[in-house]
């Protein structure tokens, strides 16, 4: 298992230029904020406790905005869990902006019954946004059947929890995440069939190709994406010499994400090991504040 103390020493390893960039303040042009996901395997292994996210993101990143997700949480839920995460974020000065929800049920499920049950499923992480501080979860769009079968499924369990969110004033937004939800043109067809102010999009850099289904052009995805899009996942997985990632052209992404006219925080979201977690985190930032950087003038 990897200790706290291996853990703080590898964050130290991150890019130099990371680590200055981390020191100054925010992009000019792109706002951040820290995906849960980063860490997982720090969290898995139980070096890092959930718990302490938002103090993790404040001292070791000095980022302060924060995107959960929700299978760190799920095996010990409550309100009163969920009471003092904003206690914490609160006392980090780091504000949470939404939750990522995974594990709750298809909400196209061809079964009716299976549907509404996935939906009252997620109705906990809506609260759960709410009483956070957040503006949104993130869901899924499973199914099955044809292409237009799923998108009718989708639409209709996506407009029952949209309006629970909307309720509670939190939207509902639907990342990329494999299956029809990766194939952009599909998933807007869906965001205009649910046709809600509350219901929106998350693109993600990175998630349009799946070992298995069709290959999809990522800045096309995303491009089709952006306009109904209330977050943004910088997906990364390594970065070569020059600090710039290797298998997406951040400055294409970030280039059409400012031009779309989105001003949210961009959402850090490491995959890769090389660098190990800290570093690539580190590595991410740095890149997008150079970007803003060039692009601010």
Request: charged share 25%; glycine share 10%.
């Amino acid at each position: 298992m990897i200790t706290r103390r291996q853990f703080l020493a590898g964050a130290s390893l991150g890019l130099a230029a990371g680590n200055r960039v981390i020191a100054r303040s925010e992009s000019p042009v792109f706002p951040i904020s820290l995906v849960q996901w980063s860490l997982h395997r720090a969290f898995h292994s139980k070096a890092l406790d959930p718990m302490n996210f938002a103090r993790i993101a404040r001292a070791d990143f000095r980022i302060d905005a924060i995107e959960y997700v929700n299978v760190f949480y799920q095996p010990n839920y409550s309100d009163a869990r969920v009471s003092e995460l904003r206690r914490r974020a609160d006392g980090e000065g780091v504000r949470s902006l939404l939750i990522m929800c995974d594990g709750e049920g298809r909400l196209g499920d061809p079964d009716e019954a299976k549907r509404a049950q996935a939906v009252a499923n997620h109705h906990k992480w809506v609260d759960a946004a709410r009483a956070l501080g957040c503006h949104s979860i993130r869901v899924n769009a499973a199914s099955e059947g044809t292409p237009e079968e799923q998108a009718r499924l989708v639409s209709d369990g996506l407009a029952s929890l949209t309006q629970y969110g909307a309720a509670q004033g939190i939207n509902v937004i639907v990342e990329n995440h494999g299956g029809l939800s990766s194939n952009a043109e599909w998933l807007a067809g869906v965001m205009r069939t649910v046709d809600h102010p509350r219901c929106g999009t998350l693109p993600d850099f990175g998630n349009f190709n799946y070992p298995g289904e069709p290959v999809y052009d990522r800045y096309a995805g995303v491009a089709t994406m952006l306009p109904f899009a209330k977050a943004v996942s910088a997906k990364s997985c390594d970065f070569d010499a020059a600090g710039n990632e290797t298998t997406i052209d951040y400055r294409r992404m970030l280039k059409m994400v400012r031009d779309s006219g989105y001003r949210g925080p961009i959402g850090i979201e490491y995959e890769g090991s090389r660098l190990g977690e800290p570093g690539g985190i580190r590595a991410t930032r740095a890149l997008i504040d150079k970007i803003g950087r060039e692009f601010a003038g």
